[in-house]
């Protein structure tokens, strides 16, 4: 049986094709073909818009696929969230779907947009959110530079953002959050309650989530003598468990465990100091616990 899985095309495609890397299938996508070749037979990608993706699900036409929570959201749709994949283009970090005005603008409050005009692609959510605080406004779908309607085509804009860069460079002020969403594997309902296609669609997920958890990690193993371990030890981060062998040489320890990135420059030179040896540090593609 073959699995129909969506791969959403656009700014999250490159970032999604690597994740899939990771956690072990290679993807290669033909120019203008939305068909890509996966290095699975039991496995059939297609490329979908992630505003699309969760109504394609919903339908069958997909058992499943990557999109973010906000749009499953914005379509309303039925679908079995699998699990929360905690990456975005830039960051790998969940997103904002925020109301935003001029810096100018004399709007403090949703209440102050009353019978203004609102630009946003999130139309659906947008409306919903401003119906539950009592707020009737004219909300115009965007499609596309949605900033650069500020002030003269609209009078705010709910527009996604991950570090308010772009924000912040157009001189717009966030008045209020509306949606945070983060990418999300979900599944057709029928599909997940079907076992022969329930299984790769959970075995997927685990691999995704284990390339998630390796994104800033590496390895580390050394080798360090029995009266030098507890110097060594104290130079590893805090509430860490490194795994710790015996080499044939009972006097030397291998010691092996796993770091965030960032803090393995600093603290192999004081590995060194301590007595390590043979230092070695790894990338790492997938990290299950």
Known sequence: MTLKLGLPKGSLESATID??????????????????????????????????MARYVEDGAL??????????VENEASVHAVCDLVYAKQSFGAVRW????????????????????????????????????????????SWGATEAKLPELADAIVEVTETGSSLRANKLRVVETVLESTTQFIANVDAWQNPEKRRPIEDIALLLQGAIAALDKVGLMLNVRVEDLDAVLAV??????????????????????????????????????????????????????
């Not at 009972?250 to 010691?255: N, P, R, S, T």
């Open 19 to 52: 994740l899939m890397r990771r956690a072990g299938f290679l993807i290669t996508v033909a120019e203008r073909s939305y068909f890509p070749a996966i290095d699975d037979p039991e496995i059939r990608c297609m490329l979908v818009r992630a505003q699309e």
């Open 98 to 141: 925020v109301l935003a005005v001029p810096e100018a603008s004399a709007v403090r409050t949703p209440a102050d947009l009353e019978g203004k005009i609102i630009a946003t692609e999130l139309v659906g959510v947008t409306r919903r959110w401003l119906a539950e605080r009592g707020v009737s406004a004219k909300v115009e779908f």
């Open 236 to 289: 590893l981060p805090a509430l860490r468990n490194p795994t710790i062998s015996h080499l044939s040489d009972k006097d030397w320890l291998a010691v092996n465990t796993i770091l965030e990135e960032r803090v393995v420059r600093r603290i192999i030179p004081r590995l060194k100091e301590a007595g390590a040896e043979g230092i070695v540090e790894f990338p790492l593609n997938k990290i299950v616990m």
């Open 63 to 72: 058992d499943c696929g990557l999109t973010g929570h906000d749009w499953v």
